[in-house]
């Protein structure tokens, strides 16, 4: 569908940069145009995704079939026509969204538009929007993107502007924070990127224009085994090149999840982050990584993949229970929650190593759901910040009866986090432990420890911050208010909406979800081999 | 009456407590009165709709009722099928008695919060996680999967978390809070896991397909009973087992009418209606299992319940070793008893704590009228003679103890009686003799620490005459609770013939289930035998049978003695209780400190957890990012040496490589130094060292 | 015989033009500025810029012919018309840098602005001839020319101490370097007989040779390139020339010089080192003749080359000497074009060079504005400059950020097709040092952007203004740098056809 | 290495090639350890000779053409041209160092 | 022994005996006039490869111009009358070590290889032969050299000549 004649794909990635430049060319002195813009652009943005989500088609799976996605933009955007001694270069512009890609979308178009509300008291707000719609272009980009070289332009994209953002709004060790997180995503994406043109190098599909040879970065392609050249560097199954092409792009996708022990840069740039790109960073960015290793590592690697599931489960678990217990021992309040999310993002890990239609379905409504409340309690972290400038956890107590409606929704967050059925977070969290119980008995079980855990710190920290007395230099704190509620009360409505009823978001995947499952374990065990082996 | 109709009221039945909550969570502070008579009102309304549903039940329908819808659908699924999840609503027997229970009890101490929590800070809070309770604790009676169950589950954990800590300004309410949920957690996680198996291997979560899927021999052996043992698991959590009994004592910090519903009456007990509801899956084993985790429960809980001097904490432990004693009597088999004394321990203990509600009501107010603050009005050291100034209280109270001390003509008696007549014919058959020891021993305890309780409180002379000239009997609020209870706790209530307990209309309707359990991992016993008269009745309901008499002999004895020793001691003084505790001081003091079990648990697990993630921590900050940064020691040695190297920039994992690139860095920096002449030896020597590379 | 020789000789000239313009345009403007340079100072400059864009019609004319003029010593084809472009718009920038340039204004040197002039255009034509040379003597005179004319412009500020022995150091190091490379032809010589590059090959591959001479020769020979496109271990000189030259000629060396360097360089060894007689699998690829592992050499070279250019580049705070190591990692970069063996790296490289010569010119723009307007180079002069010159630091940002290779900037789309070369030839060792190097290197790009940005001015806090042609010299070299990352097709087409060489695949 | 005693009688093309390797060797000894910027020109000038040694040396022997020698010639052109530049150059150093020992010239360093 | 031979090894001893001075000598004066006579002993050996033309041009260039351009420098960057010019050395050691490498490899290796040593042409006169060639086959670079020599020269008198 289209409109303008420009498709609806397109409008929606590209409409930030529309707004960036129309914030570029706002006066001096009219800060308030800015954020007006901002805010209005990434609305429409939500609006956009809601349409999308309207035409949606369920019973279409995408993952490696064209005819499979929808809303698909396909334009020739470099085309070398060749010299005899090298085929053709060809460079797709190529969009659209399956099962896989469709909730990411929407969860980002939320997540920014409440990301730019949420941004209104920033200072040097002309350069802060600038770069956070960049930003939300680029992440846009990464889940509709379906050319390789299209996703690794906008993976990098988004690079500089969070550099950026950390870097000068961020807290007192932003400089840290900010080289932290983009040294360790460039040394991630360089390997993919090596990845990436081995598999070009490898792959080679009939134009069906010309009917010649072409190589091209479109990943539906590099997922056939057909299209790949004998004697390629990644072509046949179960080769050494394609192993260790595997662990690269896992590597590089593991650094943005974040996976332990490539997490260490998590924790600096959320609490050093301001409010708003801590909820864009945790809500959406780290997605990415687990999208990328759904969309491009297990699809065009699955050989690898089931070669290396176990060790990814094994990572699932430790990553869910070794942040749990790191975010046990936090004194910031900040700092904690960027733990939870590393214990969190373990769910996602697990769900997807066990390979089996539930755990890619909880994995992925654990990403969706993690997004949502993971954002809430950034912004809670936020809301209390801004009021008393400090976060540390004993510092606090007997919040609830002077911030009563903020504890209500801390609760609902807090709850939410660990897990509560009823609200959205215990419904992921019990379809990746059903579905990695079928795979990894044990890894599952043991993994479901955290639940424990996650129950202990997050009581400890309701304790710490709601009950017991006062202290007097709070006793003037006002309540939430009403911007702030507009930013929480929409995500908490969402968290118990799909607490109840999850089946709108489980519709909407399972389609691809069975479809991806099925191709991935079929192509792997064409190759005699089979997930499973119990630890 | 039409089925559907049937399972529309149970729905209303189970979201009217809920609208409740939404209403006064939103808007309480609002609502006239704050709400609590609305809230009230709705849960009457559950209770008249579940009577309905009840009577409806069990004179029109012999079979189960059930509703089913899709809640997901993950489509057509790889070597499995359809693999969707649908949810419903089961109405049996077991169930819409369930419901009465609930229902009643719950409306019962709604009416008397009315009074008890009259100046309360977080009034309509209150109420409204009453109904959020409620309607929980419906969804557990009502649901027809493992999977709402546990998502109920969870509910009531919520629930009872937020009502322990209704008064969060004390530490020690929210603490307990706390400990409740994570304890409750612990059983939940096992419970998860036999959920997990029971998917994996089964493909659903309704009971009667899992049941189904059992009989056909889909999930059997050692799986089986873990699974058993795990579900149960959940059980031991929720319903205060050994070995996670440890938060019911805590949770009395809670409002006392909170306690007589939640922690004594209904939410406790849910782990007994677990139990009888997965009774078919469970394997010999696996009932062993049950009935030795009963068992030890009833035993420790009311060994330590004697040496308790806090009247809620007395009920408390009162209320383990009873739940101990229903856990008990369902792993020996007797499942109807187990049951039936869950109906009628929820009456007379929510009678009990009620009671000693409205006594610590009085006390609070006495004491508060002579401006003493530090005196606990819990402590039963500080009452006595009570009984003159709130008579309603006192005798509802004695009618409450002769029924938890199963005394003929007490609704108490007919159950806990078929409870040892079962315990006793387990022994016999099983030979695990110790079930039945620690049955009898168990039901004189119990006779012994309530009568003392009573007497402590309610007789003799008052230890505090200034308090006592400000007592006064509860408001009628209060009081019309008490007695409603009192009356339930009468044998009339559930049969003609007090002494016969197979003459109530428990036993007539609820019947034990069939188990599904392959046949060679159930008791032989258990088996059906073919007898002269047709009946296909099993070596066990015979010996039951027989069982029944000198049960019932055996039991008064014991509760005999035991109401005996507690005249002695505490009544006439005969007995110096002093002298006693002297003489066997360590195992006083052991039994007064709980058995040591906080203690414990503090030592062990919750350091081991607490130490492990500070271990985490550490290991993050310092050798992963140590890892990553190089280590803060070298870097200052290294910047120190080489002079100034800007760290902001080149920092993080930045460091490490920074640290590796910056040394070659220096290193090859001192190359240039300046000085054409050296540069061109260099360049001679590189060529000459190429020549000889590329020679080779 | 005489009358074929002069038909022969106009055919050569015809072929000739731009070099000729070249030549008559360095007179003019000695001559000019003879006559006119005290009241138009700077009438050079004008001159040249006419003269290069006659040069320029004459190239864009002969691109796609294959000539082979004056007996064999000099051969017009693609591959050195798209170096000509490279050097044609390298000289015009940099004049139009000069322009500017406080250095020259404010020095001695604003009293030798035509010879400064002339001294450019002479380095291009040495540049031009590098390019074109098939000859080895031919090689080494233009190689002298270009040497010779960056001597001096190394040291035009006479009266400054760095520049003067900036000079000194480059004189002495090349001087050096050009024997050896001498030496090493007259080895080649005496073990071919032969001057030329073809002639050179046929007779290596008809009659044996030696190959521990020719491995001698090979490595002399490579002193003397290596020396001009600076890669490690002949790159001593270059910091502390860069350092030293006054600004716009440290640019105009880093693009110009290096990549007459490399043209020279690789059509040297494709045309004298290669088998053509065997033909290889894979389009476009060379096969190596026998017992002279150069491929090897040069992979070594570049894998030192960028990583000591890259890790020294760490520890230096001034931006000329930092830019000088970038272009000592960059040459690295290039190298890997070289060291797969076939056109597709080749392609890569001039690809590369397209890419280099407008983030590297820019960023050395910057630094030269920068200068201009603090008076300093120190890397502390840029903290808080991002605020008060947004457009600048924006730029130069964008700038540091393509020589990192991030997309979507032209540096990346270089990057990608060096990467590309080795990873389709299997050379994955090089290709996996060059990407962590690219990681390595955004440790000293960054932190200019993080002095600008993410620092707060400390001495002053006014805005500077940017006067119009600063900011249109930005923005002509900052348009291509960002268009070309996200639209590259026909630049790839350009530099794919530019491969072909004389007499070669 | 095994070498031909009769190499001392008919002197060959290999003669001359070993002197000019001497010279060469020298030429950069000098070049490297010489202070003085003009006896490192001078060694470089031995470089120059040695390799127009060979040249001449080669066309004689080997090649039998004339080619060594215009080689020869624009060698010793450049040699004279480079000469004059480095000595111009080294007079500028002069004028600001007010020495012309190179390891005296080392600011731009690092 | 024949009477070429013997001239060789005259103008070989006399070449690079006067080399060693000149690198090693510690006035500079002395070397410049070693490097004098080194000069010629090329000449000589250019004669004995009867490189006629070239020996003439090695005289006129070499001695008549470089040699007195370096003089030229060596006084006017020294003080000659009141101290002895003397130049210190620097890293002697890896000097020798460098250049005894560079030697040794240089002479066995040329020793070791099988030259392509056919012919042993004698030219008379080959002046002719030269001015030929430069004019046909070497053009370009003819050309080229006078623009290099154009560009040296206005170098040259850039960077010497007083500012006023």
Avoid at chain 5, 21 to 37: K, Q
């Amino acid at each position: 569908m289209q409109i303008l004649g420009i498709g609806i794909l397109t409008w929606i990635v590209f409409l930030p940069i529309l707004a960036m430049i129309l914030v570029l060319l706002v006066p001096k002195g009219r800060e308030i145009w800015i954020k007006w813009i901002s805010v209005v652009a990434t609305g429409i943005q939500v609006i956009l995704a809601v349409v999308l989500l309207l035409n949606y088609r369920y019973d279409l799976a995408g993952i490696n079939t064209l005819e499979g996605f929808q809303f698909v933009e396909k334009y020739r955007w470099i085309d070398v026509s060749g010299v005899a001694w090298f085929g053709r270069i060809v460079i797709e512009y190529f969009l659209g969204v399956d099962g896989l890609s469709m909730p990411m979308v929407v969860l980002t178009a939320l997540i920014c538009f409440i990301g730019s509300i949420a941004s209104w008291e920033l200072p040097k707000a002309k350069g802060y929007y600038a770069l956070y719609l960049l930003l939300d272009t680029g992440m846009m980009g990464v889940f509709v993107a379906l050319d390789f070289f299209l996703f690794y332009i906008f993976w990098e994209v988004m690079l500089l502007p969070m550099y950026f953002l950390i870097g000068i709004w961020g807290g007192p060790r932003r400089e840290y924070a900010a080289i932290k997180f983009f040294i360790y995503t460039l040394l991630g994406s360089v390997l993919m990127l090596l990845v990436m043109i081995g598999l070009y190098f490898s792959t080679s599909i009939i134009d069906p224009v010309t009917g010649e040879k072409v190589h091209t970065f479109n990943m539906l392609a590099m997922m056939d085994p057909k299209n790949y050249e004998p004697g390629a560097i990644f072509s046949g199954l179960h080769t050494t090149w394609r192993y260790i092409a595997y662990i690269a792009l896992f590597i590089g996708f593991a650094i943005k999840v974040p996976i332990v022990p490539f997490h260490t840069w998590l924790p600096d740039a959320h609490v050093e982050a301001p409010t708003p790109i801590s909820v864009i960073l945790a809500g959406v960015l780290l997605k990415m990584g687990t999208y990328g290793m759904l969309r491009i590592s297990f699809p065009i690697f699955p050989d690898g993949m089931l070669k290396y599931a176990l060790p990814m489960a094994i990572l699932g678990f430790i990553n869910i229970v070794y942040g749990a217990l790191a975010a046990m021992a936090q004194e910031d309040f900040k700092k904690l929650i960027a733990y939870s999310s590393i214990s969190h993002m373990g769910y996602v890990v697990l769900g997807m190593a066990a390979l089996n239609t539930q755990g890619v379905t909880g994995a992925i409504m654990q990403m969706f759901n993690h997004g949502t409340i993971t954002a809430m309690l950034f912004l809670i972290v936020g809301v209390l910040y801004d009021r008393a400038h400090t976060r540390g956890l004993y510092e606090f107590g007997g919040l609830a009866n002077q911030m009563p409606k903020y504890f209500g929704i801390v609760i609902v967050a807090f709850f939410a986090a660990l897990g509560l059925p009823g609200l959205s977070g215990f419904i992921s969290e019990a379809f990746v432990f059903l579905g990695a119980f079928q795979t990894y008995k044990w890894i599952a079980i043991f993994s479901a420890t955290g639940v424990i855990i996650t129950a202990g710190y997050i009581l400890w920290t309701t304790q710490r911050l709601f009950f017991g007395q006062l202290p007097d230099r709070w006793k003037n704190l006002p309540d939430i208010n009403a911007r702030e509620l507009v930013t929480l009360v929409p995500l908490a409505i969402i968290v118990i909406f799909l607490g109840v009823y999850p089946s709108p978001l489980i519709n909407l995947m399972n389609t691809s979800v069975n479809h991806l499952v099925r191709f991935v374990s079929e192509m792997g065990q064409a190759g005699g081999m089979q997930i499973g082996i119990l630890p | 009456m039409a089925q559907d109709t049937l399972i529309l009221f149970s729905i209303l039945a189970l979201l009217l407590p809920l609208g409740g909550f939404l209403l006064l969570i939103f808007f309480g502070r609002r609502l006239p009165r704050q709400g609590d008579v609305i809230e009230t009102g709705l849960v009457l309304g559950s209770l008249i709709l579940s009577f309905v549903v009840f009577f409806n039940k069990i004179l029109n329908f012999p079979e189960p009722i059930e509703w089913k819808f899709e809640w997901v659908n993950f489509g057509f699924v790889k070597d499995w099928g359809e693999m969707k999840i649908t949810l419903g609503i089961l109405v049996d027997n077991l169930s819409a008695t369930m419901l009465v229970v609930v229902t009643v009890i719950s409306s019962l101490v709604h009416i008397f919060s009315i009074g008890y929590m009259k100046d309360d800070v977080r009034y309509s809070r209150y109420f409204a996680y009453l109904g959020f309770f409620t309607f929980s604790m419906l969804g557990i009676v009502l649901t027809n999967n493992f999977f709402t169950m546990y998502v109920f589950w969870e509910l009531v954990g919520v629930s009872s978390y937020l009502l322990i800590g209704h008064w969060y300004e004390k530490k020690s309410a929210s603490d307990a809070a706390k400990k409740a949920f994570i304890v409750n957690r612990v059983g939940d996680f096992g419970f998860f896991v036999g959920i997990m198996i029971i998917w994996a291997s089964l493909k659903t979560f309704n009971f009667g397909e899992v049941f189904a899927g059992i009989e056909q021999g889909k999930l059997s052996g050692g799986l089986l009973t873990a699974a058993g043992i795990l579900v149960f698991c959940g059980a031991i959590g929720k319903s205060a087992q050994f070995p996670l009994h440890v938060w019911l004592p805590d949770a009395m910090e809670g409002p006392t009418p909170v306690s007589a519903l939640i922690h004594a009456a209904t939410m406790v007990a849910a782990g007994v209606y677990l139990t009888a509801r997965t009774y078919a899956m469970m394997t010999a084993d696996a009932l062993t299992f049950i009935a030795y985790i009963g068992a030890i429960t009833a035993f420790i809980a009311a060994t330590i319940a004697i040496t308790q001097t806090d009247i809620k904490k007395v009920l408390a432990y009162s209320t383990i070793s009873q739940l101990g004693y229903m856990t008990m009597s369902l792993g020996s088999g007797a499942y109807v008893a187990g049951f039936f004394h869950l109906v009628t321990h929820a009456a007379f203990k929510a009678g009990l704590f009620l009671g000693s509600g409205s006594v610590i009501h009085a006390m609070h107010h006495a004491l508060h009228k002579v401006h003493d603050h530090h005196t606990d009005p819990q402590d039963i050291r500080n009452m006595g003679g009570l009984k003159k100034k709130m008579p309603v209280t006192y005798y509802t109270f004695l009618i409450y103890t002769l029924a938890i001390s199963g005394i003929p003509l007490t609704s108490g008696f007919l159950s806990k009686d078929s409870i040892l007549a079962g315990a006793f014919a387990f022994g016999k058959l099983s030979g695990h003799v110790l079930i039945p020891f620690i049955g009898f021993f168990v039901a004189g305890l119990t006779a012994f620490y309530m009568f003392r309780l009573l007497i402590l409180t309610f007789h003799g002379e008052p230890k505090r005459k200034d308090v006592f000239e400000h007592i006064h009997e509860s408001p009628k609020v209060m009081t019309v609770p008490l007695v409603i209870l009192a009356i339930l706790s009468l044998w009339f209530i559930f049969g003609p013939n007090p002494f016969d307990a197979s003459s109530t209309w428990v036993e007539k309707y609820i019947h034990k289930p069939r188990s599904v359990v392959p046949t060679q991992q159930q008791f032989e016993f258990n088996l059906p035998v073919k007898l002269e008269e047709g009946a296909a009745i099993t070596e066990y309901d015979h010996a039951l049978h027989k069982a029944h008499i000198p049960a019932m002999l055996l039991s008064l004895g014991m509760a005999g003695l035991g109401i005996l020793f507690a005249f002695l001691t505490y009544q006439w003084g005969k007995i110096s209780a002093e002298k006693v505790a002297n003489a066997i001081r360590p195992v006083y003091t052991f039994l007064k400190n709980k058995w040591y079990f906080d203690e414990l648990y503090a030592n062990t697990f919750v350091l081991a957890t607490l130490g492990i993630s500070r271990f985490a921590r550490w290991f993050d900050l310092k050798v992963i990012d140590g890892i990553v940064d190089g280590s803060a020691y070298l870097t200052k040695l290294w910047s120190f040496s080489i002079g100034k190297f800007d760290w902001n920039i080149i920092d993080g994992l930045v460091n490490l490589v920074a640290y590796v690139t910056g040394f070659f860095g220096y290193v090859v920096r001192l190359l240039q130094n300046g000085k054409v002449q050296t540069y061109i030896i260099y360049v001679v020597f590189a060529v000459i060292v190429l020549f000889y590379i590329f020679l080779g | 015989m005489v009358e074929q020789f002069g038909i022969e000789l106009i055919q050569s000239l015809k072929n000739f033009l731009p070099e000729i313009t070249l030549t008559l345009t360095l007179a003019f403007v000695i001559i000019l500025d003879l006559i006119f340079g005290r009241k138009v100072r700077n009438i050079g400059a004008y001159v040249s810029l006419v003269g290069l864009a006659v040069t320029s019609f004459f190239t864009v004319k002969q691109y796609g012919g294959t000539y082979q003029i004056f007996r064999a010593m000099f051969v017009v084809d693609s591959y050195s018309t798209f170096f000509k472009f490279i050097f044609i718009l390298s000289a015009f920038i940099i004049i139009v840098f000069s322009l500017q340039s406080y250095e020259l204004k404010e020095t001695s040197a604003r009293r030798r602005l035509g010879e400064y002039y002339f001294l450019i255009l002479s380095l291009t034509l040495g540049a031009f001839l590098m390019a074109g040379s098939v000859n080895l003597l031919m090689m080494y005179l233009s190689l002298e020319l270009v040497s010779i004319s960056s001597y001096i412009l190394a040291g035009y500020i006479k009266e400054s101490e760095r520049s003067s022995e900036a000079s000194m150091k480059y004189v002495i190091y090349g001087a050096l370097s050009s024997g050896l490379m001498l030496y090493g032809i007259s080895l080649i010589y005496g073990l071919t007989g032969e001057l030329n590059i073809y002639a050179i090959n046929a007779s290596l591959l008809s009659s044996g040779y030696s190959p521990i001479v020719l491995l001698i020769a090979l490595i002399l020979m490579l002193a003397g390139f290596g020396y001009k496109i600076s890669a490690v271990p002949f790159h001593y000189w270059t910091p502390d020339v860069y350092e030293g030259a006054p600004i716009t000629v440290t640019a105009f060396l880093s693009v110009s010089s290096k990549a007459a360097g490399f043209a020279m360089l690789v059509r040297f060894l494709k045309a004298s080192f290669i088998d053509r007689t065997v033909t290889v699998g894979i389009e476009g690829a060379w096969a190596i003749i026998q017992g002279l592992p150069w491929t090897e050499i040069i992979a070594i070279l570049s894998a030192l080359t960028m990583t000591v250019g890259n890790i020294i580049a760490i520890w230096q705070n001034n931006l000329k000497r930092m830019l000088a190591y970038s272009s000592i990692a960059h040459a690295g970069y290039i190298l890997m074009g070289v060291v797969v063996a076939q056109n597709l790296g080749i392609s890569a490289m001039l690809l590369y060079f397209l890419a280099y010569l407008f983030m590297n010119l820019g960023a050395f723009y910057c630094v030269m504005v920068v200068a201009e307007k603090t008076g300093s180079e120190d890397i502390e002069v840029y903290k808080g400059l991002g605020y008060r010159m947004p457009f600048l630091g924006v730029a130069f940002t964008i700038f540091l950020v393509s020589l990192t290779g991030i997309p979507p900037t032209f540096g990346f789309v270089g990057k990608l097709y060096l990467f590309s070369a080795l990873i389709n030839a299997k050379v994955i060792w090089l290709a996996v040092v060059g990407v962590l190097n690219s990681v390595v290197s955004l440790y000293y790009y960054i932190r200019v952007v993080r002095n600008m940005f993410l620092r707060d001015p400390e001495l002053e806090k006014s805005p500077i203004a940017l006067s119009t042609v600063h900011i249109a010299v930005i923005l002509v070299l900052l348009i291509p740098t960002l268009l070309f990352g996200v639209y590259f097709g026909p630049i790839v087409d350009l530099a794919q056809s530019s491969v072909a060489m004389f007499g070669l695949r | 290495m095994q070498v031909n005693l009769s190499m001392f009688k008919n002197v060959g093309l290999e003669h001359f090639l070993v002197v000019s390797a001497i010279l060469f060797s020298l030429g950069i000894y000098a070049v490297v350890t010489r202070k003085n910027a003009i006896m490192v020109l001078m060694g470089i000038e031995l470089i120059l000779n040695s390799a127009n040694i060979n040249f001449i040396a080669f066309s004689k022997y080997s090649t039998g053409d004339i080619t060594g020698h215009l080689v020869a010639i624009f060698v010793i052109i450049l040699a004279a041209a480079e000469a004059a530049i480095a000595i111009a150059i080294v007079l500028n150093i002069y004028k600001n160092f007010l020495t012309v020992n190179i390891d005296e010239i080392d600011n731009l360093k690092q | 022994m024949s009477l070429f031979d013997l001239a060789f090894y005259l103008l070989a001893i006399i070449t690079i005996g006067s080399a060693i001075v000149v690198v090693s000598a510690r006035n500079i004066i002395y070397s410049a006039f070693a490097l004098l006579f080194t000069f010629f002993g090329v000449a000589g050996l250019y004669i004995l490869l009867n490189a006629d033309f070239i020996a003439v041009t090695q005289v006129l260039i070499y001695v008549g111009g470089i040699l007195v351009l370096i003089i030229f420098g060596v006084m006017l960057t020294t003080k000659v009358f009141d101290v002895p010019v003397r130049t210190e050395t620097l890293h002697v050691g890896p000097a020798i070590v460098i250049t005894g490498a560079i030697m040794g490899t240089l002479v066995g290796v040329v020793l070791k290889t099988r030259w392509f040593n056919v012919f042993n042409v004698q030219w008379e006169g080959t002046t002719k032969k030269i001015g030929e060639k430069l004019m046909t086959d070497f053009l370009l670079p003819f050309e080229v050299a006078s623009v290099v020599l154009l560009v040296a020269l206005l170098g040259a008198v850039i960077i010497a000549r007083k500012e006023k």
